[in-house]
């Protein structure tokens, strides 16, 4: 329903004019996204579930989240759509293809200016080994989370690295022994409001 004449003349002026400000903010699907989306208590429980599995049907959500499925569509689609779900991944057991190494890097820049800063991301983005990037406090400025199946593709990846970015300082490397947990979900209390 959009705000015409009419319905402008039975609201209070103050309150109209606010009305008419914000209008087209909800027009624009993006500027909507933007704004920080209300999760109930049915989205938290949905997210732990999928999280857990995403190859679950909406039927068998349904199951377990007070809702029907196609209800249960509806706000996965939402999810998806207003970028809280950004995609879904499989999570390969390391053992079944070839055991790869995982290399836990902390990285430090010479000057952290915006630009500098923006040409590193971007080449970290890049990488298909870089698994994960945290820009963070304290000595480093990255830590890095790199998988490569030896050390040999790992030294190259580093020495391509500084050479095409010459703000890097220095950089330090923890080689992972064993894996003993590895999580991409994140915990959400489903009791909040």
């Known amino acids: 329903m959009g705000l015409n004449g009419e319905h402008l003349r039975k609201m209070p002026r103050a309150f109209a004019a606010d009305c008419l400000s914000i209008a087209p903010f909800f027009r624009n699907r993006r500027l909507r996204r933007a704004l920080k989306m209300k999760l109930d208590r049915f989205d938290r429980q949905l997210l732990n579930l999928i999280q857990e599995n995403a190859e679950r049907t909406a039927d068998q959500l349904a199951e377990q989240v007070a809702l029907s499925a196609s209800a249960i569509q509806r706000r996965l689609r939402r999810l998806r759509e207003d970028g809280v779900i950004t995609r879904?991944?499989?999570v390969v057991e390391p053992k079944h293809v070839g055991r790869p190494n995982f290399f836990i890097v902390a990285l430090k820049v010479e000057r952290e200016r915006p630009e500098l800063l923006a040409q590193l991301r971007k080449w970290l983005a890049a990488q298909e080994y870089v698994q994960e990037v945290?820009?963070?406090?304290?000595?480093?400025?990255?830590?890095?989370?790199?998988?490569?199946p030896d050390t040999e593709t790992y030294d190259a990846l580093m020495g391509?690295?500084?050479?095409?970015?010459?703000?890097?300082?220095?950089?330090?490397?923890?080689v992972a022994l064993s894996l003993v947990k590895r999580s991409l979900a994140i915990p959400i209390p489903v009791d909040e409001d």
Do not use: Q
Request: no cysteine; glycine share 4%; net charge negative.
């Open 88 to 90: 879904y991944a499989a």
């Open 134 to 148: 945290f820009y963070v406090t304290g000595e480093a400025d990255f830590i890095l989370v790199i998988t490569a």
């Open 160 to 174: 391509r690295m500084v050479t095409e970015n010459p703000n890097i300082a220095r950089f330090t490397t923890n």
